[in-house]
């Protein structure tokens, strides 16, 4: 099973892929969507939903998994990135139908992420230093 990881942000959208092979988790892929700070909001959705609907067209994963978010100190942040879930959402719905965020247990899609999330760091040292897409 291919799965994509989504880390939803308005400014940087990370994305890792791996894939299940066995007992295993094998990295495909991983970046980042970044967004122009100033432009309106609706361009920076869309710019991320075009990002992943890209990701997806290229590696085919049959699962989406969106990093769950954390407690925001502050209100309009947390509207951004729930703003960024949707668009993530919206971009796995679009693909086919065959992806909805999560069809896996919440057990594996926590393993797969922090699988992501590890490869990214190892890779790159932060999602910021990811290759943007």
């Given at each position: 099973?291919?799965v994509?990881?989504?880390?939803?942000?308005?400014?940087?959208?990370?994305?890792g892929?791996?894939e299940?092979?066995a007992s295993?988790?094998?990295?495909?892929a991983a970046?980042?969507?970044?967004?122009?700070?100033?432009?309106?909001?609706?361009d920076?959705?869309?710019?991320?939903?075009?990002?992943?609907?890209?990701?997806?067209?290229?590696?085919?994963p049959?699962?989406?998994?969106?990093e769950?978010?954390?407690?925001?100190?502050?209100?309009?942040?947390?509207?951004r990135i729930?703003?960024?879930?949707?668009?993530?959402?919206?971009?796995?719905?679009?693909?086919?139908?065959?992806?909805?965020?999560?069809?896996?247990?919440?057990?594996m899609?926590?393993?797969?992420?922090?699988?992501?999330?590890?490869?990214?760091?190892?890779e790159?040292?932060?999602?910021a230093?990811?290759?943007a897409?």
């Amino acid at each position: 099973m291919r799965v994509l990881g989504v880390d939803p942000g308005s400014a940087t959208t990370g994305f890792g892929v791996v894939e299940r092979q066995a007992s295993a988790l094998r990295f495909v892929a991983a970046g980042t969507i970044r967004t122009r700070v100033g432009e309106p909001m609706p361009d920076r959705l869309l710019t991320i939903y075009r990002g992943l609907l890209a990701v997806i067209d290229e590696h085919a994963p049959q699962v989406m998994s969106l990093e769950r978010n954390f407690v925001a100190r502050n209100v309009q942040s947390a509207f951004r990135i729930g703003e960024a879930r949707a668009a993530a959402m919206l971009a796995a719905a679009r693909s086919g139908g065959n992806m909805v965020p999560p069809m896996i247990d919440a057990a594996m899609a926590e393993a797969t992420l922090g699988a992501i999330c590890g490869t990214l760091r190892e890779e790159w040292g932060s999602y910021a230093e990811a290759p943007a897409f």
